[in-house]
Each structure stands twice: as C-alpha cells, then as structure tokens.
C-alpha cells in the first residue's frame, strides 16, 4: 500500500478553513505534550494559555489590546502576500512610524488642538510607508529580494530607536533610563474608549477588516493583486503592472505596521522606550498565514494570538512555565499551518499494491 499525491483541480476551500483550525488544536495537544514531559502540568497550562484569556472577563481588554496592532499590521500584509511580496520587516516598519509620530508630538510639544492626534497618525503611516519605500525601490530596480531588504531594515530601525532614546530624545527626568518625555495628554488617545471596555486600536482595526475585505473582493485593484501573485504571465496580458503592484502592496503593509506603532505609543504607552519593540510584526506574520490571507480570517486569527500573548503570562503565574511559552505556542502555529498547506493543494490517495502472487502471474 503506497500514499501519493494528487494535484487539486482547484485549491480545496474545506481545507483552507480546517487546517488552521486544526493547527490551533494540534499546537494545544503538543504543547501539553511537551510541557507534561518537562516536568510541568501539561494539561493546566494549556488550559491557562488558550482557556483563561477567554472565560475570564477581567482578561478581554488585555485581549483586545494585544489584538490590535496585530489585526492593523497583519491587513497589510495579507494584502501584500496575495501578490507573493512577502514583507518580513513589519516590525521595523512599526517602529519607524512610531518614531516618526512621536516627532511630531516632540516638535509641538504645547499643542492640544484636535488636530494633533490626527496629525501624529498620519505621520506614523507616512513613516511606515517611507520606510518600506526602500525595499519597494530595491525590488523594482535592482530585483533585490523583499525578504531580505525588509527584514535587514528592522535592525537599522532597532539602531535608529536606540540612538534617539538614547541621545537627542532622551528624557531629562528620566532617571538616566533609555527613554523619551512622556506624551502630553493632549497627544495621547484614551486606554479604552469612554463608557466602554474596547481600546481604540480594536476599533480600527475592525474598521480596516472591512475596508480590506472591500478592498480584496469586491474592487480591481483586489482582482490584480491576487493575478499577480497567482499568474504573473497572465496579469501582464491583463495589462497589471507588477512593479506597481510591489510598490502599492509594500506602502500599504508600511502604512498599516506605521499606523499600529503610533497607536500603540498614542493610547498604550504614552512614550517610547526600549522595551517597545513587541515583535508584533513579526508575529503579525503568523497571524496573516493562519488567518489565510482573508481580512474577516486575520481578524480572527488576531485574536487567536492575542490569546497566546495574554495566556502566556497567565501561565507564567499560575504553572510557572518559562517566559518564552507564548513565542513557543505561535512558532508551532506558523509550522502546522504551513505543513499543512500541502493538503489544500493535494489529496492523498491511497494505492494498495496488487498481491505478489497476482503479478507473478501478470508476468508469466
């Protein structure tokens, strides 16, 4: 008996709905495996890490938190990754436009009109957008792989941080500590949103889930991305233009992962240190993959993550796991959804042998 496979037709929708479903249970019942083994309690952490997050209602606003900047992040590179752009550099991205909102608030240090907050979010996706120009540029001239310009710029964006927190930006009353001056009131958004439970990130990040999906499914500019990315050939004949495409897909996941920074240090933070690199872009990868590139499925997948983060904290507490259990929970995500990938392309077909006997006589 032999297993093949065989190509699809068409990629099966089935699959690409329970694979990530099953790499959610599959990463719970090898992570309680695995910590069983180790000499924790297997059982309870997973129940802490994936459970508590959600029956316990003073932990949702922790949720929606860490949600936020995931889903925002996340849009943007779905988008790109239909095309097959695949923007590894988020997280840079997300600290450059941090950055660049934060200068604004530091340049207008006495302003409390209305319009300040909006004047920061709009340089924060400036930044973003600027910062990802450059891999944008690198491609479309010099066929430098995304992946590795993306990826590199983090690092530079990580020295960036470091210098200005560190010398020009540095808080005077700071207590010596890597830092910059906290945000004034009138630059900072509320925590949650008044008379409610929901942080304002939450909101737009639900807000852009359908303007995506919009975007995605039901305009041109949608159905040219995903020929670029599905049939290169074909979008040339159609008249896309895949230079453009490279330079749209990376602004508009710069745009969004500079966006998600400000609002982060606007609403959460109300200043920038050294800690604020969250490798939220980089975890915001996973949760476009598991959310399989669809708005309404990252926003879900979001969520899934945001769990992990919150849970993995609560674990920390309640079974004394090691720090690093959340990272663990969503590598082993990323693994199964891509593993899985095969079985939205292929089926397995089983194939069982002709007895020997039986082809001996064939043979005679």
Known sequence: MRIRLE??????????????????????ALGAIIFQLIGFDGPHAI?????????????????????APLIIIALGLSLGNQAK???????????????AGAGV??????????????????????????????????????????????????????????YLIGGPWKDPNGHNFPQTPPLTA???LPHVLPGTA????????????????????RSVYGFSVRTVGAAPSAARYGGFDASRTVWTTLMISGGMAGLAGILEVSSQLGQINLGFPSGYGFTAIIV???????????????????VT????????????????????????????????????????????????????????
């Open 288 to 306: 476009s993959f598991l959310g399989r590139l669809n708005p309404i499925g990252v926003f879900l997948a979001g969520l899934i993550l945001a």
């Open 105 to 162: 608030a530091f340049a207008l240090p006495n302003a409390a009109g209305f319009w300040i907050i909006p004047l920061m979010i709009a340089a924060g996706i400036v930044g973003g957008m600027a910062w990802a120009a450059i891999p944008a540029f690198l491609k479309t001239h010099y066929r430098v792989s995304e992946v590795l310009s993306t990826l590199m710029l983090v690092y530079v964006a990580l020295q960036v941080l470091s």
């Open 186 to 188: 009138a630059q900072q």
């Open 7 to 28: 190509k699809r037709l068409t990629p099966s929708r089935f699959m690409q709905v329970a694979t990530p479903i099953a790499s959610v249970l599959l990463t719970m």
């Open 309 to 364: 983060y919150v849970g993995g904290q609560v674990a920390q507490t309640a079974v004394h796991v090691p720090e690093a259990t959340a990272g663990i929970f969503q590598a082993t995500m990323l693994f199964f959804i891509l593993a899985s990938d095969i079985l939205v392309r292929y089926r397995l077909r089983v194939i069982r042998d002709a007895p020997r006997v039986a082809r001996a006589e064939a043979v005679a």
């Open 85 to 99: 752009i695949w923007n590894i550099g988020a997280e840079g991205q997300y600290i450059i436009g941090a950055i």
């Open 47 to 67: 129940y802490e890490t994936f459970i508590t997050p959600i029956v316990a209602p003073y932990k949702w606003v922790d949720v929606m938190t860490k949600a």
């Open 198 to 217: 929901i942080p304002p990130g939450l909101v737009v990040a639900i807000v852009l889930t359908l303007v995506f999906w919009l975007l995605t499914t």
